[in-house]
């Protein structure tokens, strides 16, 4: 595995590259999609279940069907790298959607009167109460989405759209154990180093929930 490393370093690195830009840029899309999508679904107790059920409709889509079915729907060829991140941002909004709607909804009522007796509009409550109590149930839901996403580019590589999965094609296709563990070290690696990091965002951000637990 070493040989193959030192003689393909530029094809690993451009793989993992792209991997990261096929994984990271929907799930950034869904955090801005999902969040006024999951607070319209609370703030208009009519529409959530309608939001809900479709979010786990789109959400139980095989990914490699609708890789296939996005070109003809969007007008983009089949090797575009867009419909690799129209359907992982379809599937991380999908999630976060329901995230974002139940973790406003864990805030506790007394706390929101409270907001609003002190004088707190609805804008200012939203973002300055509301967002930060539900921060752990929306960032434990950042996390499967993001881990999820940095799997299922891989599917991406049997339509020709690589990441790390054009390594798991080239071993298959030349019969090759090296590439092939080559790309699911970097994907295991990809996917702890992103959720690592969101663990600590959250412990930045939320440090009451540290103090909760040793309490």
């Known amino acids: 595995m070493i040989d193959y490393i030192n003689g393909n370093r530029d094809i690993i690195l451009r793989a993992f590259q792209e991997h990261l830009y096929l994984a990271l840029i929907p799930v950034i899309l869904a955090i801005i999609i999902s969040l006024p999508l999951g ?3 609370v703030r208009y107790k009519k529409l959530y279940y309608p939001l809900v059920n479709i979010s786990s409709i789109l959400y139980a889509i095989p990914s490699l069907a609708l890789f296939l079915l996005l070109p003809p729907i969007i007008g983009t060829g089949v090797l575009s790298p867009l419909n ?5 941002t ?3 909004v999908a999630l976060m959607v329901r995230v974002v709607a139940d973790g406003l909804n864990s805030v506790d009522p007394a706390i929101t009167q ?8 609805r804008v200012r409550r939203l973002f300055s109460v509301e967002l930060p109590i539900a921060l752990p149930v929306m960032l434990a839901g950042l996390r499967v989405a993001t881990v999820a996403n940095v799997s299922i580019v891989s599917v991406g590589a049997l339509i020709g759209v690589g990441g790390l999965g054009a390594l798991f094609l080239r071993g298959l296709q030349l019969d090759y154990l090296a ?3 080559v790309g699911i070290i970097l994907s295991v690696l990809l996917a702890a180093t992103c959720d690592i990091i ?3 965002v ?14």
């Open 179 to 181: 590439p092939i563990l």
């Open 198 to 200: 969101i663990v600590l």
């Open 114 to 121: 409270a907001a609003t007796a002190m004088g707190y509009r």
């Open 84 to 88: 690799i991140i129209i359907a992982l």
């Open 202 to 215: 959250q412990r930045r951000f939320t440090p009451w929930v540290r103090a909760g637990g040793r309490a």
């Open 39 to 41: 607070y319209i679904a």
């Open 90 to 92: 379809v599937y991380s």
